[in-house]
């Protein structure tokens, strides 16, 4: 098995083998721990790798299971940008599993949170370096699966069980959506698998499937509807956005992050990857209406999506649910970036995704040192509370700063990035970026300010742990680092991602290869 195939595979294998380690190893908590961290640990060298290779080939790399090649059998097909983003994935999956062990310190069920959190890094990488979009389908069931379950983690508190059913029912609502779409889209192309479908869509030949069994208008206009507002729905975007609110609050402060950070790329991803390597390029003029009305579409609701998060976060006690509301408004410049469809916009997106992820990854992992000190998540009890942690402080002003899009961090430049692609287009998009980043200001600095300078209500004894601060420390510094070296980042690896995104014709061609190789269809 290569490295394309391994890289999900690791964390799945060690998912399953966690409950009887934990009864063979009589819930030892250190060696649950260590267990979990090898897991990771493993899985962040095989991305490694992964990104390498993608790095150093002009075309994506495939993986068959079983030998079989597309269509008749599923593929991993990894481009520069999966790798990139699987990349970052798998970084913060390790980093976010040495701040779990400490941050739930004293609670049970420690070997049953490792099997869903490495279930969930299973999932979410799956979705990065699938070519089949029935294997997209498994992959996102995976991934919620586990998420819904970590939300539910305090399964003695009716509000995390309560949020998690939430999320469970609306997440299971746009499944099914997608599900729909996919059965639509088979009808249509006898077909799954994205390389096969862009040949189609672009009257290319491909081995087995031939021609388009349908009305290929008719069905991809129904079923990239229906895919469309399912994504929206994983991506937390106006109007379906609110089971993150609820989830958040509810949920430990580490799955926080990783909701927040890394699960919403998926719903960003998936349509990135339909709009620029299924549906790119030139098209028949019906297609091309099509693509058009569901660009305005995302544009519109992600504009509505970052003013509504900026407006909501100014009226937030509650910290987290503050920093859920800075999600739905980045995820809307996500989602208008991707709407504008230019390549521009596709590396906007890219370095976007990545910064976002980081630093709303360090935004929730600083809160949460101060949120485990109080057990409050309320902002007054948080009063007062960063003059004795100065490292989480220091790391909580560092991911606010860059979330807001202040130089020299690294969400400034991706910000920029987003600016310029929104302003070729419409100058009120860029607006819309300018007015909701002030906006979140004003909330950031709100929170802030309560964190360093407010007024205690009672004094509380606390010390700084490391092993939850010195993660918060490492990202911040990736925060500062990004962003003095972000040209070059931007040149050297986001560009090239994106221009291979958008290379639809090599995409197809490499698996045109495979399952020429295999002999199929002759």
């Not at 976007?352 to 009890?381: C, P, Q, W, Y």
Request: charged share 10%.
């Amino acid at each position: 098995m290569n490295v394309v195939g391994l890289t999900p595979i690791i964390p799945i294998l060690f998912a399953f083998a966690l409950p009887l380690t934990s009864i063979l190893v009589k819930g030892d908590r250190k060696v649950i721990g260590v267990y979990a961290l090898t897991g990771t640990g493993l899985t962040l060298l095989s991305a490694v790798k992964l990104f390498q290779l993608a790095y150093s080939s002009r075309e994506p790399l495939i993986y068959t299971f079983g030998g079989w090649a597309a269509p008749v059998g599923i593929i991993y097909e990894v481009d520069r940008m999966s790798a990139l983003i699987a990349l970052v994935t798998a970084a913060l999956m390790f980093l976010i599993a040495i701040y779990s062990y400490r941050y739930l310190e004293g609670e049970g069920g420690l070997e049953w949170y490792y099997t869903l959190y490495l279930g969930l890094e299973a999932g979410l990488l799956g979705v990065l370096l699938t070519g089949d979009a029935f294997n997209l389908f498994v992959m996102i069931e995976v991934t919620s699966i586990a998420a819904y379950a970590l939300v539910m983690y305090y399964r003695d508190r009716g509000d995390s069980v309560v949020a998690g059913l939430k999320y469970a029912l609306i997440g299971a609502v746009g499944t099914t959506m997608y599900f729909l779409a996919l059965g639509v889209l088979y009808y249509g192309f006898g077909t799954l698998n994205f390389a096969n479908l862009s040949a189609l869509v672009h009257g290319m030949s491909f081995p087995v499937v031939g021609k388009p069994y349908g009305d290929v208008v008719i069905a991809s206009g129904i079923a990239l509807a229906l895919a469309t507002w399912a994504f929206l729905i994983k991506a937390a975007v106006f109007p379906n956005h609110f089971w993150l609110p609820e989830a958040h609050p509810a949920a430990p402060s580490p799955i926080s992050a990783i909701l927040s950070g890394l699960v919403v790329n998926v719903g960003v991803y998936a349509l990135a990857r339909f709009l620029y390597t299924v549906y790119g390029g030139t098209l028949t003029s019906g297609l091309s209406g099509v693509i058009h009305a569901l660009r305005i579409v995302l544009m519109f609701l992600g504009a509505v999506s970052a003013l509504f998060g900026a407006l909501m976060m100014l009226v937030q006690k509650d910290v987290k649910r503050l920093i859920a509301y800075s999600t739905i408004m980045h995820m809307g410049y996500l989602i208008m970036a991707v709407g504008i469809g230019s390549e521009l916009a596709l590396s906007a997106t890219i370095f976007h995704m990545v910064n976002h992820a980081i630093a709303k990854a360090l935004l929730f992992l600083s809160a949460g040192v101060f949120i485990h000190a109080t057990g409050s998540r309320n902002l007054e009890d948080l009063a007062g509370l960063g003059r004795k942690m100065p490292v989480a402080t220091f790391s909580l002003a560092v991911a606010s700063l860059s979330l807001v899009g202040v130089p020299p961090f690294n969400v400034f430049f991706s910000k920029l990035l987003l600016f310029n692609a929104f302003l070729a287009k419409n100058l009120m998009l860029a607006l819309v970026l300018v007015v909701s980043s002030v906006t979140a200001l004003v909330a950031y600095v709100k929170v802030f300010y309560e964190v360093w300078l407010g007024k205690p209500k009672k004094d509380i004894k606390v010390k700084e742990c490391w092993g939850m601060s010195g993660v918060c420390l490492i990202l911040a510094l990736a925060c500062v680092v990004i962003g003095l070296v972000a040209p070059y980042v931007v040149t050297h690896y986001v560009d090239p991602a994106a221009v291979q995104a958008v290379d639809y014709k090599v995409y197809i061609q490499k698996a045109l290869e495979y399952a020429t190789k295999t002999k199929l269809g002759i």
